[in-house]
């Protein structure tokens, strides 16, 4: 099993859905942790309880990932609470789907590449700087970077740029042992916009029909990614992109 007692990790967008997963999941093998949310307070608060339950220390930090004081402010709260991180996950972002091309709004486009592109270069820009030697960054990405799905136009191009910068970012500091990678999950059930059942039917047709294993992921299904990037098995790979797909191709 994964040990991670003694580590801090810090992950963006923890207070429900994959961020809430992982969070929890690293709780459990003994990490001590960042919570942070946007908006959502009572959400982070009862995370943050369930955290406590286990064992291991834990805050929750309100901070605005598009704005890049409030990045800072995370980081630094983080660090003054715990003294330092050694796993960062930045998982914040919001979705827009089943749009076209022609009838996005720049205010549209200017929120998702707000929080998507722009929070999470400055969320690994804070973890670049200050993540211990042998540290994991993390960025979850989405399927739609791969496989391009019509009306995700702004989401899917807001999720590939972050994918570039962990490339980069992991030669630039690789030679601290820090690895880079990033996680891209085909659409989550129970999480995001296929919260509820009923929500998106075509649109969860289509994808349902695309993988062979005839089910969208499970936010334990990418849980389980962020466990080995966040462990000593992966201490070798850095600047790759997993997909957690089921096979699907597109």
Do not use: W
Request: proline share 2%.
């Amino acid at each position: 099993m994964t040990n991670l007692t003694n580590k801090v990790a810090l992950i963006t967008g923890s207070a429900r859905g994959l961020g809430k997963a992982i969070a929890e999941r690293y709780a459990a093998l003994g990490a001590d942790i960042i919570i942070n949310y946007s908006r959502d307070k009572s959400s982070a608060d009862e995370v943050v309880s369930n955290i406590r339950a286990m064992g291991v220390r834990v805050i929750s930090v309100q901070a605005d990932v598009s704005k890049v004081a409030d990045v800072q402010r995370l980081f630094a709260e983080a660090i003054s609470a715990f003294g330092k991180i050694d796993i960062v996950v930045a998982n914040a972002g919001i979705e827009l789907v089943e749009t076209a091309v022609t009838d996005f709004t720049e205010e549209q486009f200017d929120r998702v590449f707000s929080i998507n592109t722009k929070g999470t270069y400055f969320t690994m820009q804070q973890a670049a700087k200050h993540i211990t030697d042998n540290g994991r960054i993390i960025y979850i990405a989405s399927s739609t970077t791969s496989y391009p799905v019509p009306g995700m136009a702004v989401y899917g191009g807001s999720k590939t740029t972050p994918k570039y910068l962990v490339e980069i970012l992991s030669k630039e500091i690789g030679h601290k042992g820090v690895t880079v990678n990033t996680i891209i999950p085909f659409a989550v059930d129970h999480s995001g916009i296929f919260a509820e059942a009923d929500s998106y039917p075509e649109l969860r047709k289509q994808l349902l029909d695309s993988c062979p294993m005839g089910r969208l992921a499970e936010v334990e299904d990418v849980a389980n990614a962020a466990e080995f990037f966040a462990s000593d098995l992966s201490s070798f790979i850095s600047g790759q992109h997993l997909l957690v797909n089921g096979g699907a191709t597109n």
